[in-house]
């Protein structure tokens, strides 16, 4: 949480790409988000705060799971096309077992009461994992180029929008998205031109 | 539910799940209604409580949520092999529904992410990839928060469902301020809605 020290690290091999991301799959009850917030950024430093909101941004605005395209891209930029796959096989591997042994074991659990309710609490607390993490990555927009204030403004007109006034998501991120890209293409280039490059 | 299934169903059901996979835009959960149009409506290869169990599971268990596809796939294969009672038949139908579906559900869009983002990452210079990612990471962490407020449930009962908000309210703070590990929380979750609790 401070834009002062850098301090970047770098999976070692694919084996430690695939177990780092078997491990942090195994922590994420209820969606692996919030986990790889921590453990990545937090724990392992291999991303900066900056580099994962953009990371994930990307990781959002492309079709597929978020999670699944976020190991994509880490992986692929380690260690090319095979370190996407190792960071994929690694999030969905040991997961995927688990699950169907589940099924099987628990065929019809699922629907007793208590095993609502317990997926009920679960789901009420990884609701906030989630809304802290984004909480979190706030601070990320100090150093955004369209001015730490401007994003906070467009933050909340997105969150009115898809919370409150429930429009439908592909419709906001085009419309705002495409506003606010536009904004940042042209505060980019003013921060370009202020340092001299072309 | 038995059900009998020809190389032509198998297929249309690959094909079907690939069709999704570039639609999928901010998670394989938002093409869950179309899914269910077509497993549980249109096709009759899975029943109400199959589908609603799969995703209850996915989300209670650790791994990414988008293996609610996989074990949709598995119960799909299961159904057309006569159930688990059926034994070693029955399992290797379900372990090529898991591969059918999530194959078709990966691909394309593992492929998009993956030519999308080595491509930003060697032009990651070029002021149109900054102005996106700077652009579009203000409406990413709002979307996130919103998240986290669409997941506490109904909002419309909130004399039934606050006890539920609070729990979400009080993970956030936690999450937020503190270094508490993401699992402690989950386990209280679980306990709280297992006593019925909210």
Known sequence: MTDTVVERHAPKNKTDLFVSFTLLALQGFGGVFAVVQRELVEKKKWLTLDEFVEDWAVAQILPGPNVINLCIMIGSRHFGLLGAMTAVAGILTVPLVLILLLAAAFAGVADTATAQGMLRGMGAVSAGLIAATGIKLISALKNNPMGQWQCLGLAALTFVAIALLRLPLAWVLFSLGSLSCAWAWYCHGKLAHLKGTP | MTLVLSWSDWLSLFVHFISLSLLAVGGA????????????????????????????????????????????????????????????????????????????ILLPSATLTYAATTWAHRNRDMRAVKAFKSGMAPLVIALLIATGWLLTGDHEQPLRDWPMWALTATTTLIVWKTKTHLLVLLALGALLGGLGWI
């Open chain 2, 29 to 104: 959960i938002t093409t869950v209604p179309d899914i269910h149009r077509y497993l549980v409506d249109e096709q009759q290869w899975l029943s109400d409580a199959q589908f609603t169990s799969s995703i209850a599971l996915a989300q209670g268990a650790p791994g990414p949520n988008v293996l609610c596809i996989a074990l949709m796939g598995w119960n799909v294969g299961l159904n057309a092999g006569g159930g688990l009672a059926a034994g070693g038949t029955a399992v290797g139908m379900a372990l090529m529904g898991v591969c059918i579906t999530m194959v078709g």
